[in-house]
C-alpha cells in the first residue's frame, strides 16, 4: 500500500474521493510478507501506535511513523496483524491528551457496545450484472420510483426470539421477494453505518466506511443487496454527512483538536441532536466525506444517496436563536462552505456514477435543490417534498365536515410540484417519538380510517412525484413505530390490515403499468385540474398525462358521503372505464363505483370539451381512464 504525492497533493485540496483505499487498514504482502498496513490522519499528534489482538494491546509495540510531508498522516505495516483481528489507534497529542480512538476508515466494527475496528477486506463476488448494466434504465427520473424506506432491525426480527435481531443474509431470504411482491421499485434503508447508540437508528454514525456489524459482515450486507438487485430492486441508503456523535471512540476531538468537527460551538456543535458539526472548510474533511459517499457506491452498489438533515447543513442559524451563531462573510446566515461541499459532493457523484441518484432531505424553500450546480443549483436528484407532507397528513387528520374549509392545502401543493423533482414522502419520521401511526391519524371510526388511510395512498400515487412509504404503514399498523421491536406482522390474520396490504400492493402495480402517473411527473404538462374547487363537497379531481397526451382522470371523495349523478368535465368523447378504486370490496370497502362504462355527453364542463356522471364512493379515489 502506497500513498504517494499525487494521493496528499489531492487529500490537501478536498478533492482525493478514494481516500478508502489508502488511509484506514489493507491486508497486503510486503516483502513476501503478509500483514497490515495502517494510516490515519492525525496532525496534531506528538505519538501513534496501533493496539490491538496482534500485541495485547500495549501502546509502545507497534508506532506508527508520521510522513515528512506536512499532511498529518501517521503510516505503518505489521506483519503481525491479520484479518480478523481487533485494533484501535493510540494517540498522544501534542499537548498531551491520551485516547484510543477507532479507525474512521475502517471496514468493519466490533459489535457495539464494544468499540474496536477489525482488519477486513472487501472482496466479494457478486451476481448482479444484469441489473448494473441496466440500473440507467430503473433509475430513469421519468420512470416509476416507489420506494419502501425501512429500518433493518426492526423490519422482522426472530419470532423464536423477539430480542434478536435476523442478519442480512437471512434478511436477503425474505424481504427481497416481499418487496417485489408488493409492487415496490427501490428500498430504503435508514442508515447502516456503524453506530454506537441503537437508538439514533444510524443518523448518530462513527463508522462512515462500515456497515453496522449488528447484522453481519460487509459481505453480508453485499449479499442483500446482490439479492435485491437479482429481483429488479433498486438500494438506497439513507447518509448523514451533517453531524456525528462525541463518543471517545468516534471522530469527535479525534488527535487532541477539533480536527473533523469547527472549534467553535455556535458552528461545531448542534443542539438539536447533542452531536459535532463537520467542519466543511477543511479540505481533508471534505475528502473524507466525498469518499465516503462514494465508497458505498462502489464497493457496495448502492444506487442511491438519500443526505439527510441538508436544511441544517444550509443554515448557520439552524436551531439556533441571536448570538448562538456566527454569520458568513457577507454577514448572511447560509453556510458557504456547506453548500460547496453539497455541490461537490453531487457533482463527484454524478461524474463517477451517472446512473444512480441522491436525494436530499431539505424541509425549506432554498431554491433550486434538485437541480444541476451549472445553473446555480445544488445538484440533487431528487428533493424531499415536506410541505406536501406536512400539509397532506394536517388536512386528513381534519373531521371530514371541516375539511371544506382547508381543501387550499391540498390544492397548494400544485403551485411549485414542478419547482423541483420531488419525492413525495411518508417517512419514520411521521409515526415515531408520539405522533402516532399513519392509521391512527386518520379520523372516524375504525372502517372510516382504514378509508381514510387508502384514500391518502391513493392521493400520494397520483400526485406529481415519486413516492416513499415507511414499513408497516402498508398495512396500517396501529402503534407508532418501535425501533425496539419487530413490526406487529400479526396484524395480517386481520382482513382490515390484509385488505390495506392488498390495495398498496395493487396501487404499485397500477402506478407502475400506467405511464400516465410518471413519465411527466416534473413537467407541468403532466398535470391539470378538472375541478379544485368544490369544497362544499370536499372534491377533487385531476389529470394525469403521458407525453402522447393519453390522459386518466383521478377523482377524490374526503367525505363518507356517496356522491351519486356527479358531473365532471372530461376531454376525450367516447367511453370511460373505472379502473381502480379504493372503495372497492377487496379493499374492505362499501363496494360503491362505477361498474358499467362511462359515456360522455357533448356537454362542456370545467372548460373542458365533454361531461360525464359519477358515482363518488365515501371516503375514496377513482382512477378512470377513456377507452382506447
Not at 438 to 448: E, S, V, Y
Not at 459 to 488: C, N, R, T, V
Request: net charge negative; proline share 6%; aromatic share 16%.
Amino acid at each position: 500500500m502506497i500513498i504517494t504525492e499525487h494521493d496528499i497533493y489531492l487529500f490537501k485540496q478536498g478533492r482525493h474521493f478514494r481516500l478508502y483505499e489508502k488511509l484506514g487498514s489493507h491486508v497486503v504482502k510486503n516483502g513476501g510478507v503478509k500483514g497490515t498496513f495502517f494510516a490515519v490522519w492525525a496532525p496534531n499528534a506528538q505519538y501513534v501506535s496501533v493496539i490491538g489482538d496482534f500485541n495485547n494491546w500495549k501502546n509502545n509495540t507497534h508506532p506508527l511513523s508520521p510522513r515528512l510531508d506536512s499532511s498529518g498522516i501517521w503510516e505503518g505495516f505489521i506483519p503481525e496483524a491479520l484479518p480478523g483481528q481487533k485494533y484501535k489507534y493510540f494517540i498522544r497529542s501534542k499537548n498531551n491528551y491520551q485516547v484510543n480512538k477507532g479507525d474512521p476508515l475502517a471496514y468493519l466494527w466490533e459489535i457495539p457496545p464494544d468499540t474496536a475496528s477489525i482488519i477486513w477486506d472487501l472482496d466479494n463476488e457478486w451476481h448482479d450484472q444484469q441489473w448494473m448494466q441496466k440500473r440507467k434504465e430503473k433509475n430513469n427520473i421519468n420512470g416509476p420510483i416507489s420506494i419502501y424506506e425501512l429500518h433493518l432491525g426492526s423490519w422482522r426480527r426472530d419470532p423464536q426470539n423477539p430480542s434478536r435481531f435476523l442478519s442480512y443474509r437471512e434478511l436477503a431470504h425474505i424481504l427481497p421477494e416481499y418487496i417485489k411482491d408488493m409492487g415496490f421499485t427501490h428500498v430504503e434503508f435508514l442508515p447502516l453505518v456503524e453506530h454506537p447508540f441503537y437508538g439514533s437508528w444510524g443518523y448518530q454514525g462513527v463508522g462512515f466506511f462500515a456497515p453496522t456489524s449488528r447484522y453481519g459482515t460487509p459481505q453480508d450486507l453485499m449479499y442483500l443487496i446482490d439479492v435485491l438487485h437479482q429481483h429488479d430492486i433498486g438500494v438506497i441508503m439513507d447518509w448523514v454527512p451533517s453531524h456525528f456523535p462525541s463518543d471517545e471512540h468516534g471522530l469527535a476531538y479525534f488527535d487532541g483538536t477539533h480536527l473533523y468537527e469547527h472549534m467553535d460551538p455556535r458552528k461545531g456543535y448542534h443542539p438539536d441532536w447533542n452531536s459535532y458539526i463537520f467542519n466543511y472548510s477543511r479540505y481533508e474533511v471534505v475528502s473524507f466525506l466525498v469518499s465516503s459517499a462514494l465508497f458505498w457506491l462502489d464497493k457496495f452498489h448502492v444506487d442511491g444517496l438519500r443526505v439527510d438533515a441538508v436544511a441544517s447543513m444550509l443554515y448557520l442559524d439552524y436551531s439556533r436563536k441571536n448570538g448562538e451563531w456566527v454569520p458568513n462573510k457577507y454577514g448572511g446566515n447560509e453556510n458557504l462552505e456547506a453548500i460547496d461541499f453539497l455541490k461537490l459532493l453531487n457533482t463527484q457523484i454524478y461524474q463517477n456514477f451517472p446512473d444512480v441518484h441522491t436525494f436530499a432531505e431539505e424541509s425549506t424553500s432554498w431554491p433550486l435543490v434538485s437541480r444541476p450546480t451549472y445553473i446555480g443549483g445544488l445538484g440533487f436528484g431528487f428533493k424531499w417534498n415536506m410541505g406536501w407532507m406536512n400539509d397532506t397528513l394536517d388536512y386528513f387528520q381534519k373531521d371530514p365536515i371541516h375539511r371544506k374549509y382547508h381543501q387550499d392545502q391540498l390544492t397548494f401543493s400544485i403551485w411549485y410540484a414542478f419547482s423541483e423533482n420531488f419525492v413525495l414522502p411518508l417517512s419514520h419520521d411521521e409515526v415515531v417519538y408520539g405522533k402516532g401511526s399513519l392509521l391512527n391519524k386518520m379520523p372516524g371510526d375504525r372502517w372510516q380510517q382504514f378509508a381514510n388511510l387508502r384514500l391518502l395512498f391513493g392521493y400520494m400515487f397520483a400526485h406529481p412525484g415519486k413516492k416513499l412509504l415507511f414499513m408497516s404503514s402498508e398495512f396500517g399498523q396501529i402503534k407508532e413505530w418501535d425501533h425496539e421491536q419487530s413490526l406487529d406482522w400479526h396484524l395480517l390474520d386481520c382482513p382490515d390490515h390484509q385488505n390495506l396490504k392488498r390495495w398498496v400492493r395493487d396501487l404499485n402495480h397500477f402506478y407502475r403499468s400506467n405511464p400516465a402517473l410518471f413519465t411527466l411527473d416534473f413537467e407541468p404538462d403532466g398535470f391539470s385540474w378538472i375541478d379544485c374547487h368544490d369544497t362544499e363537497n370536499s372534491v377533487l379531481s385531476f389529470l394525469r398525462w403521458e407525453k402522447d397526451r393519453t390522459p386518466m382522470a383521478i377523482v377524490c371523495n374526503f367525505t363518507p358521503l356517496p356522491r351519486y349523478n356527479y358531473t365532471i368535465g372530461l376531454p376525450r368523447a367516447g367511453l370511460w372505464y373505472e379502473v381502480l378504486n379504493s372503495d372497492s370490496h377487496v379493499y374492505g370497502g362499501s363496494n360503491l363505483g362505477n361498474f358499467a362504462p362511462i359515456q360522455t355527453k357533448e356537454s362542456s364542463c370545467h372548460n373542458l370539451p365533454y361531461s360525464a356522471q359519477l358515482t363518488l364512493p365515501p371516503l375514496s379515489i377513482i382512477f378512470l381512464s377513456p377507452q382506447s
